[in-house]
């Protein structure tokens, strides 16, 4: 089997522009959560919307996955100094 030129090159672009699309099984290893919940989170605006890759195949960009996961724990870092106060407690 042959690979076409652009295909070769979308292959190429891809490993420089470091854009990467995570399927589901990825996404869930990372997050955790049920495909239905990522769904409903999508819908409320809460979670990155996938990219349509065919018929019946999305992904979602590693980078708005990481993103996400990021604001995760600085929310767990607000909450927590909120509990205490913000002060350091010995």
């Keep these: 089997m ?6 070769l090159e979308a292959a190429n672009f891809n490993s420089t522009s470091h854009v990467n699309i ?3 099984p ?6 955790g959560f049920c495909r ?3 769904h409903l989170l ?5 979670f990155p919307r996938p990219i349509k890759l065919g018929q019946r195949a999305s992904g ?3 980078s ?9 724990i600085k929310l767990r870092a607000t909450a927590c100094e909120n509990k205490t ?3 350091d407690h010995e």
């Design 60 to 62: 979602w960009l590693e």
């Design 22 to 24: 995570q399927r589901w």
């Design 2 to 7: 042959t690979l076409s030129k652009s295909y």
């Design 26 to 31: 990825v996404v869930f290893g990372r997050v």
């Design 64 to 72: 708005e996955i990481d993103s996400w996961l990021e604001d995760r």
């Design 42 to 46: 999508i819908s409320k605006g809460e």
């Design 36 to 38: 239905s919940y990522v």
């Design 85 to 87: 106060g913000g002060a």
